[in-house]
């Protein structure tokens, strides 16, 4: 990561994980560093030159449906071998962000200053980039310029908007503002709450304390939203909205926005597959001429194409050439579903490789196979992002946009290499599951908290509604992550799902299907301790125990006996944090269409259980 200094230009504060910049501090977010605290800036300040073009055709068609047919290419995180010369060219290499909130305090006498106002100085330290920081030279209660730290409340609305907390006219709450106001804030509580602060003006006296910006007194307190993206440097746009106190670090700051999709073998052998994953490059090549002289001078193509001559190598771009394209809005999960559940069948692909075999045989009335996924590449695309409330998947137009003019030419994309246990449900059991749970007063109660929960948030209540397989499937699969992560070395974080669900009726065919992975964006994959896990021996009691588990919570009957309730946000039934919740990097809904009594009977003793 670099911000802009009025130094040296660009200097980097500090570093993050690649799937980082998708899934936890992409465009928009705030990333809390050491002593720092700092926004992500918009594609449009991003470096296109230092980030290569990823060739996914199935993910650039989904993310064209939910974001326009503008956009051109995907493209990887902005990266350089890195040197021990921090002032190489790679260290100017990174995600650019800028300094967010404007407003820092000084740790010695505990002034507020705004970055603009030239009284704090940045210092930064090339070779120990998390020591870079804003320090106070004038402050007269210390004798070497103290540290200041970034402010501890930022405002926000539902419209995705981020703005400075208001201090000077918090400060002056009642009274008018002086000309010149200089903030202090001081602790005035004895418990460490975060809202045991007074804000003061030194200048002319006013004071008010930061307890009146929380709860239904801040009405009256905080002002209207002026409509800022400070990550596009948008100072103002149209919003109704009244600015709510955000906390710094808060986990409602930023929500991410993102479609996945699993890479899949595309036919034509070795060659078939080489030529798509490097077409970025071979797609700009007019004649035979420019590829043999490529695949003498670009390291990375000679070594790639090592045994293929270039008269065949041709050939097949030729053939790409004329193929067909991808169509915008295909399915995303049809074809994962038909690779998922044949298999490889010999296709040669560095991407997938996966065996089908039979489902444990304690399993077989309710299971139709299992898939050992031993390759996997899951490539994520980020498509906005949202504040306050997560939106719901497919809701594109709820979330804040990237870049400036609102329609960008390419969006970032992480690659994650791995391995995963594909389970097959039968579908006569689902759908005869189906026939009785749609009346369940369960399901009655999860439909209606659903259509709250949307028409609260402004949605479309008619839709969104994830259908009675997906709450089966869903459990399941948390249930079973739980219980994988026991087993296999890895934390229950580090195993994600993916859940194919599809009704008679609503697509070329029925899916109900789980797909349960583990992977990795900076190696070519893992180490088969999951995988191994999927054989019927491995696999069966490893089944059982999960529905064990399943049916006793250690928060029974309290767990046993909650209903849904779209007020709080809780669109499960008997699920808690003793039992099915898992961490929000696993789950693909937010924790939401959960019940353990689906799969067996519980304290609620609903008659539901499809294991029986």
Known sequence: MSTKSTYDGPVRVGTIRPSQAIHSYGVGSLIDLPNLSVMVGGLDRWDTTRQEVITEDRLLDAVRTRLGAQVEVLRALPAEPSTPNPYDDWARVGVPVSIFPRWLRCTACNRLFPVASGALKLETNMYRPDRTRYVHPNCDRARKPPPAVPARFVAGCTNGHLDDFPWVRFAHDGVATCPNPILQVNDIGSGGRATDLLVKCLSCGAKSTLAKAFGPVAKTVMPQCRGRHPHIGLATEPCGEQLRSLVLGASNLWFNSSVSVLSLPVGGGSLGQLVYDHWAELEKMPVKEVLTYALTSNRTLKSAFAGHDADEIWDAIEARRAGAKGVPGADVHGPEWVALTTGSKGQTSPHFEAEPIAAPPDFAGKLAGVTLAHRLRVVTALCGFSRISAGEPGDQGATVRLETKGSPSWVPVVENRGEGIFLGFDETAVQDWESQAFDNPLFVALR??????????????????????????????????????????????????????????????????????????DAEGTLGGLVNLGKSTELGPILRRALERSGLCSSDPLCADHVPDSATGALHGATCHACLLVAETSCERGNRYLDRSVLVDTFGHTGLEFFG
């Open 448 to 521: 209606r908290a659903h259509r709250d929960y949307r028409q609260a948030r402004n949605l479309d209540p008619g839709e969104g509604w994830p259908g009675e397989r997906f709450v089966l499937l869903h459990s399941l699969s948390h249930a079973l992550i739980n219980e994988l992560a026991i087993e296999c070395g890895y934390s229950s974080a580090s195993i994600s799902e993916r859940i194919y669900s599809r009704a008679p009726g609503d697509g070329p065919e029925p899916m109900a299907g789980i797909l349960l992975y583990t992977s990795a964006p």
